[in-house]
């Protein structure tokens, strides 16, 4: 084991990487601290379960619905996986929200940190979109009237609404084309995003240092 | 310092922290298994009835082609399948069912009356009447079904 271990330190200096991720210093701070964390692990959650859903998930408006039925009533733990997925989807804006609150009342949004709160800020939207495409997977009457809602405020804006609306939808209508491309977006465009920027945030953490708790007398 | 297994907190820590890890990576992995080849081990357990026909339409001693179709479902998709079954007598009471599968590669035999075989076009495999393999290629006899006569209408049972 440690000959090993050895023998692979020695190419790929894995115990300071390990070192620098797991060891380093860090002030003395409170539980509020470890929001970020939890957030961390829901979204490695949503990743690990939305995988899984993904080998029996089908995204047209024929298979859409009785493949979800089918993971839910059919496959085994499939109603674990998908619970799973569903309530962590809202455990994580709400994770999220309260991290960021964190940061804000802390004040570690400061120098030197203002890009970690820069890709904080596009995280928390990224989570909004992830939240907002997943809404429809399901394509029962609660998903199509919630995307056909959500959609319309889009295209409410001024001016550029009505070709937002469009872009949205794929058209004029709620179709197989809008399912589609939710799909794509939540499984494609927005995972490459999300883990593209937490290698980010995560890295300046870690450059950086966490921020201690604020004094009185500053 | 004295005792041999002193713990440390920092040891106590870590090692708790591998042993959540591990629950953690377990609570997913298990369910993540079973999740991924359950429906590899789902038999067709289809045991309900399949109604035939008319045991009166086999005639004595001669394999009666007898055509019905099935609904098979897979995951989520119901389809209409048609089964093609031969079913032999030689008394009109026991009744022997056959399906026309060949157990070589799955094309569908037939029943050659003149010679009394039934015959497989495929790789010319050739059964007896009772499906066992004359010669050709097929490896076993044709699958067989279990029958049921009610009321002089033919069942079989499975999928
Ligand atoms: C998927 C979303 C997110 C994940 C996985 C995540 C993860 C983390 C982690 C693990 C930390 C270090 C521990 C901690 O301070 O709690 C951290 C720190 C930080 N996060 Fe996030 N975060 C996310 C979203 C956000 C958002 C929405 C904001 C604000 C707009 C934000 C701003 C920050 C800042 C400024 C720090 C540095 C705090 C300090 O140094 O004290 N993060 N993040
Ligand atoms: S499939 Fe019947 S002989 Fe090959």
Same mark, same amino acid.
């Given at each position: 084991?440690?000959?090993?271990?050895?023998?692979?330190?020695?190419?790929?200096?894995?115990?300071?990487?390990?070192?620098?991720?797991?060891?380093?210093?860090?002030? =003395?701070?409170?539980?509020?601290?470890?929001? !970020?964390?939890?957030?961390?692990?829901?979204?490695?959650?949503?990743?690990?379960?939305?995988?899984?859903?993904?080998?029996?998930?089908?995204?047209?408006?024929?298979?859409?619905?009785?493949?979800?039925?089918?993971?839910?009533?059919?496959?085994?733990?499939?109603?674990?996986?998908?619970?799973?997925?569903?309530?962590?989807?809202?455990?994580?804006?709400?994770?999220?929200?309260?991290?960021?609150?964190?940061?804000?009342? !802390?004040?570690?949004?400061?120098?030197?940190?203002?890009?970690?709160?820069?890709?904080?800020?596009?995280?928390?939207?990224?989570?909004?979109?992830?939240?907002?495409?997943?809404?429809?997977?399901?394509?029962?009457? =609660?998903?199509?009237?919630?995307?056909?809602?959500?959609?319309?405020?889009?295209?409410?804006?001024?001016?550029?609404?009505?070709?937002?609306?469009?872009?949205?939808?794929?058209?004029?209508?709620?179709?197989?084309?809008?399912?589609?491309?939710?799909?794509?977006?939540?499984?494609?465009?927005?995972?490459?995003?999300?883990?593209?920027?937490?290698?980010?945030?995560?890295?300046?953490?870690?450059?950086?240092?966490?921020?201690?708790?604020?004094?009185?007398?500053? | 310092?004295?005792?041999?297994?002193?713990?440390?907190?920092?040891?106590?820590?870590?090692?708790?922290?591998?042993?959540?890890? $591990?629950?953690?990576?377990?609570?997913?992995?298990?369910?993540?298994?079973?999740?991924?080849? $359950?429906?590899?081990?789902?038999?067709?357990?289809?045991?309900?009835?399949?109604?035939?026909?008319?045991?009166?339409?086999?005639?004595?001693?001669?394999?009666?082609?007898?055509?019905?179709?099935?609904?098979?479902?897979?995951?989520?998709?119901?389809?209409? %399948? %048609?089964?093609?079954?031969?079913?032999?007598?030689?008394?009109?009471?026991?009744?022997?069912?056959?399906?026309?599968?060949?157990?070589?590669?799955?094309?569908?035999?037939?029943?050659?009356?003149?010679?009394?075989?039934?015959?497989?076009?495929?790789?010319?495999?050739?059964?007896?009447?009772?499906?066992?393999?004359?010669?050709?290629?097929?490896?076993?006899?044709?699958?067989?079904?279990?029958?049921?006569? %009610?009321?002089?209408?033919?069942?079989?049972?499975?999928?």
């Amino acid at each position: 084991m440690t000959r090993v271990a050895n023998w692979l330190d020695e190419r790929l200096a894995w115990r300071r990487v390990w070192e620098a991720i797991f060891l380093r210093r860090v002030p =003395k701070v409170n539980w509020f601290y470890t929001l !970020g964390s939890a957030t961390l692990f829901v979204a490695l959650n949503q990743i690990v379960t939305g995988i899984l859903l993904t080998i029996y998930y089908v995204p047209t408006p024929d298979h859409a619905y009785d493949s979800v039925q089918y993971i839910t009533t059919e496959v085994p733990a499939g109603w674990l996986i998908r619970g799973l997925h569903h309530w962590g989807a809202s455990a994580l804006i709400v994770l999220v929200v309260l991290h960021m609150l964190r940061v804000i009342l !802390g004040g570690a949004y400061k120098y030197p940190r203002e890009i970690t709160w820069m890709t904080g800020v596009v995280l928390l939207i990224v989570s909004l979109g992830f939240g907002f495409t997943g809404y429809l997977l399901p394509w029962d009457q =609660k998903a199509y009237w919630a995307t056909t809602v959500g959609t319309r405020i889009a295209g409410t804006a001024p001016v550029i609404g009505d070709s937002m609306l469009r872009i949205l939808r794929g058209g004029e209508d709620l179709t197989a084309v809008t399912l589609a491309r939710f799909f794509g977006v939540h499984v494609w465009i927005l995972p490459v995003a999300l883990l593209t920027l937490i290698g980010i945030h995560l890295y300046l953490v870690i450059r950086i240092g966490i921020s201690a708790v604020p004094k009185r007398k500053e | 310092m004295d005792e041999e297994k002193q713990v440390s907190r920092r040891g106590f820590l870590s090692r708790t922290i591998w042993a959540i890890g $591990g629950l953690i990576t377990a609570g997913f992995g298990i369910p993540a298994i079973a999740y991924i080849i $359950g429906p590899a081990l789902q038999r067709d357990a289809a045991q309900n009835l399949i109604r035939l026909g008319a045991a009166s339409k086999v005639e004595l001693g001669i394999p009666t082609l007898f055509k019905v179709t099935v609904q098979r479902k897979t995951g989520w998709i119901v389809n209409e %399948e %048609e089964l093609s079954i031969y079913v032999r007598t030689d008394d009109g009471r026991n009744f022997t069912a056959m399906s026309n599968v060949c157990t070589h590669l799955g094309c569908r035999v037939r029943w050659v009356a003149d010679r009394k075989e039934f015959f497989c076009p495929c790789h010319n495999g050739v059964f007896d009447k009772d499906g066992n393999v004359i010669s050709g290629p097929p490896p076993r006899p044709l699958n067989r079904y279990e029958v049921k006569v %009610e009321n002089g209408q033919l069942s079989i049972v499975g999928g």
